[in-house]
C-alpha cells in the first residue's frame, strides 16, 4: 500500500486548527496500535479523576486524566488504538484529529518491544508530520524472555528522539519515563 505523507492528508481532510490557542493544562497523549499497553500506561501516569467521554460528533471513547511530572500538572489522554494516519478506521481519524487539533506538549508512540519493526513506521509518520514524539518500548518483560536485544541508545541516534523501555504492567520503567518527559519539556 503507498502510503501518502501525512501532513498533506491533514490539509486535505482540513481538520488542522490554525492559530487555535491552547487552552488549560499542557497534554500528554499517548498514541500507538491496539494491545500495545497504553490503557495501563495512562493509568500509571495518571493519579487522580479519569474521565471517559466520546470524541466530540464521533463515538468514540478517549480517557483524560491529570498527571504530575516534575513540578508540572498535565492533562494525560489516551487514545484508541491506531495502525497508521492512513485513516481507515474511525478511531485512527478520531486519533489524528487530536493529535493535530490539541497541540499535545509530549506524544508518547507506545509500542510492543516484541514488534519493533513492524511497529517503528507509525514512529516515522509521527515524527515527519512534526509531533514531540517520546518512542515507549513497552511489555519489554516479555522481550526479554524471548532473548531479544535491542540498542536504545542507537535507536534514540537513528531517530533523533527519546527512547524509553518499560513493562507497563509492573511499573517498570515509568518512574524514568517520567524523568525523560519531564527533561524533554524542559529542554524544548
Ligand atoms: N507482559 C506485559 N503485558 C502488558 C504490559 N503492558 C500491558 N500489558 C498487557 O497488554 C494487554 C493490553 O493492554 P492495554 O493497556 O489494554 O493496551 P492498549 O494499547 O490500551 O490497547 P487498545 O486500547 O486496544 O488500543 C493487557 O492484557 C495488559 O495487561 C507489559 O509491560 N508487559
Ligand atoms: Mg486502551
Avoid: W
Wanted: net charge negative; with cysteine; charged share 30%.
Amino acid at each position: 500500500m503507498k502510503c501518502c505523507n501525512p501532513t498533506e492528508t491533514l490539509k486535505n481532510e482540513n481538520i488542522v486548527v490554525e492559530g487555535e490557542a491552547k487552552e488549560g493544562l499542557e497534554k500528554i497523549v499517548l498514541v500507538g496500535t491496539p494491545n500495545v499497553g497504553k490503557s495501563v500506561l495512562f493509568n500509571r501516569l495518571t493519579r487522580s479523576y479519569v474521565t471517559v467521554s466520546n470524541y466530540p460528533g464521533t463515538t468514540v471513547e478517549v480517557s483524560r486524566g491529570k498527571g504530575v511530572l516534575g513540578d508540572r500538572e498535565y492533562e494525560i489522554v489516551d487514545t484508541p488504538g491506531m495502525y497508521s494516519f492512513m485513516c481507515i478506521t474511525e478511531e485512527e481519524k478520531v486519533t489524528k484529529r487530536l493529535l493535530f487539533n490539541e497541540k499535545p506538549e509530549v506524544v508518547l508512540h507506545v509500542i510492543d518491544a516484541k514488534n519493533l519493526e513492524r511497529m517503528l513506521p507509525l514512529t516515522f509518520q509521527l515524527i515527519e508530520s512534526g509531533l514531540p514524539v517520546i518512542l515507549v518500548l513497552n511489555i519489554m518483560d516479555e522481550a526479554k524472555r524471548l532473548g531479544l536485544k535491542i540498542d536504545i541508545e542507537k535507536l534514540e541516534e537513528q531517530l533523533g528522539i527519546p527512547v524509553v523501555s518499560t513493562t507497563a504492567a509492573l511499573n517498570k520503567g515509568v518512574d524514568i519515563l517520567r524523568e525523560r518527559i519531564d527533561k524533554y519539556v524542559n529542554a524544548a
